[in-house]
């Protein structure tokens, strides 16, 4: 066929197929489809809220609800609440992936916030150790909108534009645990912070870290309420569409490279990806593992920063509330907004989303390290260097989770996507659950080690996160990380 050529095969849609119909809407228009996407980055908002919102208060919480027996205990028994919710989320995303796929994204999706709703808030009104673990047990397990809204913003988008929605959910995942703990800090004790609008005996007072939650839970009640019109994108017909019809599995790259390929070839291909085994999809599944290293890191390092920023100047940590650090987490949100859209994209275009995310794992293992010192520092050159510090940090982990995410998308079929990303969320999931238990365990070692003679206190603390980041630096290399050559970049 000459290049300039028009398709022997005009597309083929059939009735009733809401996949179909998307699929018509992205031929027929061709600019960027702003409003879904805006509405996919409030969904993945929902989503990430809830995970990160308690750390700032977590300290607190666990100290108040007197499990804890000694003071350098406490960071033990908060890691074990922080990874509930990745446990319960480890055990059910491979099965939530495939009833996005069977059944389709918008019913995950639609489940996925309600839950939000109901046991978010019920978490914020924990009056002991055991229910706090199961409603965010349940937070977790019952949740599985993550992975269908990342095979979403692949599948509204036409190829050019499938990296910036992949950037928007990532981005909004990564101000969502940011904002979360931002949200979490400033409105958890509400008695302690407002006396003169809360007392300690009224309902907040007796519940003080109710408020953040139902905050939370009331932005998800109204993103739910929106839901109505979200169109569904998966396919819903048993004939096999023509092969002049888009398929984005095999589509070029996220720039809008075009594939010429025979229509015999194609045939051959949905008949081989049809039966094919996730599993033994190495650029798949090496994609995933280099995230979930990425996401044992991401997640213990959310576990820490609050804990050692809260901690005791004895002990290391910069003796500051839960409010100082919300504020901290709200300004290196709101800056990675600006940085993701304005900034990413320009630079991922020239260079591309897997030199950048190497980059980004390069530049935090320094960055990392200076965390110990920054405790040293006092008045405005604290607030300046920790805001500085942790703004870059989130921009550099919120880059290596975009370049991941394109690369598991791409890696499969519209038919597989659901399933792909729930083994990428379960695989993720249990590194995110080992990383805050083995974060707070790790933390409150260091804190009984702080006259060491090798890596005292929290240098050691910085120095395993640092570990974790450069095993995950090494393994995005190849011949371990492994992708398509038509995406190589």
């Given amino acids: 066929m000459a290049e300039n050529e028009e398709p022997l095969l005009p597309p083929v849609y059939y009735d009733g197929c809401p996949g179909c119909e998307v699929e018509q809407w992205k031929d027929n228009n061709r600019r960027i489809p702003f409003g879904i996407f805006i509405h996919i980055w409030f969904i993945t908002l929902c989503g990430a809220l809830p995970i990160s919102s308690l750390f700032p208060f977590l300290y607190f919480m666990i100290r108040d609800l007197h499990v804890a027996k000694r003071v350098e205990d406490i960071g033990f028994y908060a890691g074990f609440v922080g990874s509930s919710f990745m446990l319960g989320r480890a055990l059910t995303s491979v099965f939530w992936g495939i009833i996005a796929d069977r059944y389709g994204r918008k019913p995950v999706i639609i489940i996925g916030i309600i839950v939000v709703v109901i046991f978010n808030t019920l978490f914020g009104l924990s009056t002991s150790y055991t229910m706090a673990i199961v409603t965010r047990f349940l937070l977790g397990s019952l949740n599985g909108l993550l992975g269908p809204i990342k095979a979403y913003s692949v599948e509204v988008a036409r190829p050019e534009y499938q990296a910036l929605g992949i950037s928007l959910v990532s981005t909004a995942w990564g101000m969502g645990l940011v904002v979360g703990p931002s949200i979490g800090g400033a409105l958890a004790q509400p008695a302690d912070k407002f006396p003169n609008l809360f007392s300690k005996d009224s309902f907040l007072g007796r519940f003080p870290y109710f408020l953040p939650c139902l905050v939370i839970s009331i932005f998800a009640a109204a993103v739910l309420g929106t839901c109505y019109w979200l169109p569904e994108t998966l396919h819903k017909h048993h004939q096999s569409k023509p092969s002049s019809v888009i398929t984005e599995g095999l589509e070029g790259s996220f720039h809008g490279t075009e594939v010429k390929i025979d229509l015999e070839e194609l045939e051959g291909n949905d008949a081989r990806n049809s039966n094919e085994n996730l599993l033994m999809n190495w650029p798949l599944m090496s994609s995933v593992i280099v995230y979930c290293v990425f996401s044992l890191h991401d997640m213990a390092y959310t576990e820490i920063f609050p804990l050692w920023a809260e901690s005791d100047r004895t002990y290391g940590g910069l003796g500051v509330s839960s409010q100082f650090v919300g504020e901290v987490l709200a300004i290196s949100g709101f800056s990675l907004l600006a ?6 994209p320009p630079v991922e275009k020239l260079v591309g989303h897997i030199n950048l995310f190497r980059a980004a794992a390069l530049l935090a293992i320094p960055l990392n390290a200076a965390y110990p010192f920054i405790a040293k520092l006092s008045g405005p050159e604290l607030s300046i260097m920790v805001n500085c510090a942790s703004l870059m940090k989130t921009v550099f982990s919120t880059t290596i989770v975009t370049g991941l995410f394109i690369l598991q998308n791409n890696a499969v079929a519209q038919h597989q996507r659901g399933a792909a990303n729930g083994i990428s969320m379960t695989g993720q999931s249990i590194f995110k659950a080992i990383g805050p238990a083995a974060g707070g365990a ?12 090798f ?10 996160l640092n570990v974790v980041e450069f095993v995950g630096l090494l393994m995005s290399f190849k011949p371990f990380l492994s992708y398509s050559p038509q995406k190589k970049r």
């Fill in 339 to 344: 940085f993701q859209l304005f900034v990413y």
């Fill in 442 to 453: 790790i933390f409150s070692w260091t804190q009984k080690r702080r006259n060491a003679s």
């Fill in 455 to 464: 890596l005292p206190g929290n240098h050691m603390v910085f120095f395993i």
